[in-house]
């Protein structure tokens, strides 16, 4: 069975067996599973569309593995998947080949492999067929200079990009083959960040996509320890064509991405507005919490609102004879973080845990009216983009049922222990779903868990502001982050 630790065996084994001197021509080193998982851990939840991957300097396709694992677990779900895998050196094609088929009969994905030079495949795609295809990228690409009149930095300036090293021109070519919307994630040396060398590669990346997350490894030489790596690495992920918001700055010692800190801030804490050199700034300290500097917009109690939240009441372990997996007669749904996992309800949910709650008289207590809820997830992995997940629990969901089970790793915003109305609720997961909101919690809260203690504390919009939020979220098809952003930062002016 395919996994990524089979995929680092490999990738260990064919390490050793080259000599330093191949690798470090060929800018070869590879990528360990536990930079990988993190890297691959930073791409958006998807749930549907078809996903075009570029792998580009694939080497034995740890990167790609990576991400395909996400697809196994169904934390990634496509319609389709197709991944195409560039690799010049062809010794490692039947390794790569290898890996990449082992998914693609489990996930049912077309895989290719290309052979030759990314660099000059990237031009001609993108002059002759258009390019524009790819919808994910993650890259670990060579790191080498290139210098003026050579043949890859007379390439990359046919496609407008003018750049000294090797990994920039990956990078570049990257952005010029994706698709709008398109999400890349790439671990690549900090020396871009600032140096006049660098800055015509800066003006390129920052004008075609939106900066939303840079990784910084602290420890210099700590994420290709095996290889002696010395430059510092970074992992950035980046948007293509979507407009920039703030951006997510976090750090770790080394590749464990143990002691994860994270911090977000305005862009123009990172790339500064009169800066023409656009030096690309990582600061590791704790922003301001924008609802703090906007007082006057959310200055609103939970009390005040008239507004409630409560841990779900309903503990499995003490009422697990009363548990069924599927729903049935005499029972009403039971709701788990993982009927919510994607932001929205998914019930019933094919997983380990129950969906059904029978109703007697040892468990009509823990029950709540079926009505409309918001609720957050009590726990969030350090890899997720927020701390508060909130999504929107609406009655007409379950028109047969009278009453509701909320497990008690959610959260539940109610009215009088019953349900919201509509807008307010959808209002509310808009608010909580802001990188405002994720900004405050994270100034004063180390760890990821959020109680109601902790909404509670939260300041909040006027019940109109929610309402006028929640009215706009239901006008939405896909509401993204900047788009949430954005109109959170609209209530801030209009006070
Ligand atoms: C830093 S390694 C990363 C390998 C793999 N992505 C990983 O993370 O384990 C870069 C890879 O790019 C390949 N490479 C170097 N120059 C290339 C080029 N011009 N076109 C395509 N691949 C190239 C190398 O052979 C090497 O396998």
Redesign the pocket.
């Known amino acids: 069975m395919i996994h990524l630790d089979t995929v680092d065996k490999l990738?260990q084994q064919v390490a050793s067996a080259r000599s330093r001197a191949l690798k470090s021509s060929?800018?070869?080193?590879?990528?360990p599973s536990a930079t990988?998982q993190f890297m691959a851990s930073l791409f958006t939840a998807a749930t549907h569309g078809p996903c075009h991957l570029i792998?580009?300097?694939?080497?034995?396709g740890?990167?790609s593995s990576a991400f395909l694992d996400r697809c196994v677990a169904g934390e990634l779900a496509f319609e389709s998947i197709h991944i195409t895998a560039?690799?010049?050196?062809a010794s490692?094609h039947s390794h790569l080949r290898q890996v990449l088929t082992a998914y693609g009969e489990k996930l049912g994905a077309e895989t290719e492999v290309v052979g030759?030079?990314?660099?000059e495949h990237a031009v001609n795609a993108r002059q002759f067929n258009g390019g524009s295809r790819f919808t994910h990228a993650i890259?670990?690409?060579?790191?080498k200079k290139i210098n003026t009149g050579s043949r890859h930095r007379l390439l990359a300036r046919e496609i407008g990009l003018e750049t000294v090293n090797?990994y920039t021109a990956f990078l570049g070519c990257v952005i010029a083959l994706m698709q709008d919307g398109g999400e890349i994630v790439a671990i690549i040396p900090r020396s871009f960040c600032n140096g006049p060398y660098y800055r015509p590669f800066r003006q390129f990346m920052l004008h075609r996509t939106a900066l939303c997350h840079i990784h910084l490894f602290k420890a210099r030489d700590k994420a290709f320890k095996e290889d002696n790596v010395l430059q510092e690495t970074i992992v950035v992920r980046l948007r293509k064509g979507e407009t920039q918001g703030s951006v997510k700055i976090s750090a770790s010692e080394d590749d464990t991405s143990a002691d994860l800190e994270t911090y977000v801030h305005p862009f123009d804490k990172v790339v500064f507005p009169d800066d023409d050199q656009l030096f690309i700034h990582i600061p590791l300290a704790e922003a301001e919490s924008s609802l703090i500097g906007a007082a006057d917009a959310f200055s609103f109690s939970l009390e005040d609102l008239g507004i409630g939240v409560c841990t779900g009441p309903v503990v499995d372990f003490r009422l697990k004879e009363h548990l069924r997996m599927q729903p049935e007669s005499g029972g009403v749904p039971l709701l788990y973080a993982n009927h919510l996992s994607t932001g929205e309800l998914v019930w019933p949910a094919e997983s380990k845990k129950p969906n059904s709650i029978v109703v007697n008289n040892e468990t009509r207590k823990w029950l709540m009216p079926n009505g409309t809820y918001t609720t957050t997830r009590r726990f969030s992995s350090k890899e997720e983009r927020r701390r508060v997940v909130a999504s929107v629990v609406p009655q007409a969901a379950f028109p047969t049922y009278a009453l509701l089970g909320f497990e008690n790793h959610l959260n539940v915003f109610h009215r009088r222990k019953g349900g919201l109305p509509l807008a307010l609720a959808h209002g509310l997961a808009i608010y909580l779903n802001s990188t405002a909101v994720d900004q405050h919690l994270r100034r004063f809260s180390g760890h990821t868990q959020v109680n109601a203690t902790d909404l509670r504390k939260l300041p909040y919009p006027s019940e109109k502001a929610l309402l006028a939020l929640g009215e706009w979220a239901m006008r939405q098809g896909a509401i993204t982050q900047n788009g949430i952003d954005a109109k959170i930062a609209e209530l801030t002016r209009e006070t």
Request: proline share 10%; glycine share 12%.
């Open positions: 990738r060929l800018g070869q080193f590879m990528t990988a792998d580009p300097g694939a080497g034995i740890s990167l560039y690799e010049y050196d490692l030759g030079d990314f660099i890259m670990n690409p060579p790191y090797l």
